[in-house]
């Protein structure tokens, strides 16, 4: 990440320029941890995709949350399916970016 935030390497024109400069780096970065790839995207696309991921899991830590509070079985499966189909959400949109960042390799 630091090398990404060489200020040499930013664009200088004004505050405005650098400081979205600097948001997409951490973005891209992020998105990096979550792919596990060097993933050629654009700053908005990375928040996007972190965005949309960080969503996924906070609403399966809510619905694990409420998985251990449930005592009806047939209650605490339709929960259970439903993490299991967050996860599998959040795991296409990954593949999904890893798969379009291939493309760039050809």
Do not use: H, P
Request: aromatic fraction near 8%.
């Amino acid at each position: 990440i630091f090398k990404s935030l060489d200020i040499r390497k930013l664009n200088q024109s004004n505050c405005f320029a650098l400081y979205s400069d600097i948001v997409d780096a951490i973005s891209k970065y992020n998105a990096k941890l979550i792919t596990g790839e060097n993933t050629e995207i654009s700053g908005e696309e990375a928040r996007d995709l972190v965005s949309k991921i960080a969503n996924i899991d906070q609403r399966i830590a809510a619905l694990r949350v409420a998985l251990k509070k449930e005592t009806q079985l047939n209650r605490r499966m339709e929960i259970s399916i439903e993490i299991k189909k967050l996860a599998q959400t959040r795991d296409n949109l990954i593949r999904r970016q890893n798969e379009k960042n291939c493309y760039y390799w050809w």
